[in-house]
């Protein structure tokens, strides 16, 4: 049976056809500033509030965002996690993820098993996705040790989505990394998109309105921005990029 939050997702997306999230950076960001955000993204119709980063380290820092979060918004809180560190009791979901092009066994299954425990002890939803660097990657290549897929490699990126279906899990993610300059190219999410079944999140460089309208079209499910909550107008360019995404879908 679905969990909530899967259930939720699946409901949004088969609404509005793309759906919007905002990852906030536990490591770049106050509590209260964390709840300002994630209002912010509430009220500009923003789907859900990831929280994780590549470099975290502080667990009672995570546990207080997380809280604020939760305080100050109805909108369901999932977790980006790098490692097992980013577990928190407050959630109510994590993806539960594997990075798919990592040459490093601890970042495939590793961290997964230090962390799954914690998940069932806390109750936290479990959301099956496969992690897949593509582009130059950002931080998260580099922590994650993964082999990033360059982005003339389509076919390449698509074998990849689809091994993390055939293994039974239920999201792929593209990530170009966090605040690259090229976000993951169309031809790129279309060819993943052919061969699935499953949605597909795409994320690391989408600022605007016209970059989330092409990612959209292409064939992302789930558009995820993070570093642009970090501009005073945070509120307003969340508010862009899901006029963006609906603009696709309104096609
Ligand atoms: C990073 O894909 C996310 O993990 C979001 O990227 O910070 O560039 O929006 P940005």
New binding site residues.
């Given amino acids: 049976m679905l969990g909530r939050v899967e259930k939720y997702i699946l409901e949004k997306i088969a609404v509005e056809r793309a759906i919007h999230m905002t990852?906030i950076d536990p490591e770049k960001i106050t509590p209260t500033q964390a709840a300002i955000v994630a209002e912010n993204s509430e009220s500009s119709g923003s789907t859900a509030i990831m929280i994780g980063g590549s470099t975290f380290s502080s667990k009672d820092h995570l546990d207080v965002v997380v809280q604020a979060i939760k305080e100050a918004v109805d909108l369901p809180t999932i977790l980006f996690p790098n490692n097992e560190t980013g577990v928190s009791k407050y959630s109510d979901a994590i993806w539960f993820m594997s990075l798919l092009n990592s040459v490093d066994p601890y970042y495939l299954v590793g961290a997964q098993v230090l962390g799954a425990p914690l998940i069932k002890k806390f109750n936290i939803e479990p959301l099956p996705m496969g992690y897949i660097i593509v582009g130059q990657g950002g931080t998260?290549g580099v922590v994650g040790k993964a082999k990033t897929i360059p982005y003339d490699k389509p076919e390449l990126v698509a074998a990849h989505a689809l091994a993390g279906q055939y293994f039974g899990m239920r999201f792929i993610y593209l990530?170009g990394g966090?605040?690259?300059a090229n976000p993951v190219p169309a031809n790129v999410i279309s060819a993943v998109k052919k061969c699935l079944d499953i949605p597909l999140i795409v994320?690391?460089?989408?600022r605007t309105q016209e970059q989330a309208a092409v990612v959209t079209k292409a064939g992302a499910d789930i558009i995820?921005?993070?570093?642009?909550i970090e501009a005073v107008d945070n509120k307003q360019r969340i508010t862009e990029v899901i006029k963006g995404i609906k603009q696709k879908g309104s096609n």
């Fill in positions: 990852l998260a990530e966090s605040g690259v994320g690391g460089g989408i995820v921005t993070g570093n642009l």
